[in-house]
């Protein structure tokens, strides 16, 4: 399995050491991408059923599809389908599911895709390149909408000022245009340590994606699927992200705290579905060195249990 990746994964080692990969072994990667860990899960001997929604990622990996000889099955889904678009193919339960969040370099470094300001382009950021734009969103909301967006998933605190400046200035249909009217709203100051369009273009690619919602739904789907003794691992980019998954494995490790003794039950409790995640990793020195744009990256894992998911448990109770 060769062929060169034109991206550098982030944690690579460190992912591949918490998947535990064996010979054989049915893997989930539900963030393709340029396709650096497929590669590396092909390599240690096992069989990749990839997803992603953007159509440029699954083009550029149907080479390596093609190459694996059947070990990796490239799907064109949200990671949140995974179970249901599995069970489809008669895959019940895997051995380990990984995901990479967020918005890939090869995303970023189009121009034409608009997810950046460091080059112009159209104001798009769609990662499945349908549905409704960033460029339909700003010039279309209410004002109080792109303020709670802004302030929500950028966490933004003068998201009302922006707001104001963008829907006096519309139409906007340009990614250098909507971050001069962000800079200018906040008084940049050149040579600043960090872009203030920064918070704006990361909410909105955000919004415009879903892409907290469908974390929350892929971690439950991951859940589904892992077998017992199931790797989950997850590498995420920013503090919103990173909470998710923290809490996620928290509560369902059964380690996110509980009720005072004193107080009365309200419900059930349910049998923890992951063991205790294993302390957070990031990146060393040497691989920021090499890779700058790992800089924010942390990785969570943690093991199956045997128990069922939480939802079957409510079902059941």
């Known amino acids: 399995m060769t062929g060169a990746s034109p991206h550098i994964p982030v944690l690579l080692d460190e992912v591949i050491h918490a998947l535990a990969i064996t010979p054989g072994s049915v893997v989930v990667d539900g963030t393709f991408g340029a396709g650096?860990?497929?590669?590396?899960?092909?390599?240690?001997?096992?069989?990749?059923?990839?997803?992603?929604?953007?159509?440029?990622?699954?083009?550029m990996g149907a080479e390596l599809a093609g190459r694996s000889?059947?070990?990796?099955?490239?799907?064109?889904?949200?990671?949140?389908e995974m179970d249901r678009r599995l069970a489809e193919e008669g895959v019940g339960q895997?051995?380990?599911?990984?995901?990479?969040?967020g918005v890939s370099s090869m995303q970023l470094d189009r121009?034409?895709?608009g997810f950046s300001f460091q080059k112009d382009g159209p104001l798009d950021m769609r990662m499945s390149q349908s549905g409704e734009s960033a460029a339909d969103f700003v010039n279309t909301a209410d004002e109080g909408d792109i303020a709670n967006?802004?302030?929500?998933?950028?966490?933004?605190?003068?998201?009302?000022?922006i707001a104001r400046a963008i829907v006096a200035a519309r139409p906007i249909d340009s990614t250098s245009s909507l971050a001069a009217i962000v800079r200018k709203a906040l008084g940049h100051r050149p040579g600043?340590?960090?872009d203030p369009a920064t918070r704006?273009?990361?909410?909105?690619?955000?919004?415009?994606?879903?892409?907290?919602?469908?974390?929350?739904?892929?971690l439950e789907a991951a859940e589904r699927i892992l077998k017992p003794g199931g790797r989950l691992v997850v590498v995420s980019f920013h503090s919103l992200e990173d909470r998710i998954v923290k809490q996620f494995l928290r509560d369902r490790s059964g380690s996110g705290g509980s009720m005072s003794r004193h107080m009365p039950e309200m419900a059930p409790v349910k049998h923890p579905t992951f063991l205790k995640p294993a302390k957070a990793v990031r990146p060393s020195a040497r691989e920021l060195a090499a890779n700058p744009r790992a800089r924010s990256a942390t990785l969570r894992a943690a093991i199956r249990s045997d128990a069922t998911p939480w939802n079957q448990q409510e079902k059941a109770a």
């Open 149 to 161: 967006v802004i302030y929500l998933y950028g966490e933004e605190p003068k998201s009302r000022r």
């Open 69 to 80: 000889g059947g070990a990796l099955r490239l799907h064109s889904a949200c990671f949140s």
């Open 36 to 59: 650096g860990y497929s590669r590396a899960i092909l390599a240690a001997g096992a069989r990749v059923h990839a997803f992603d929604r953007d159509p440029d990622a699954l083009a």
């Open 111 to 113: 121009a034409d895709r």
């Open 200 to 218: 704006t273009f990361q909410a909105l690619r955000i919004h415009i994606n879903r892409e907290l919602d469908e974390l929350m739904l892929g």
């Open 192 to 194: 600043a340590p960090k």
């Open 94 to 101: 895997v051995d380990a599911v990984v995901f990479d969040i």
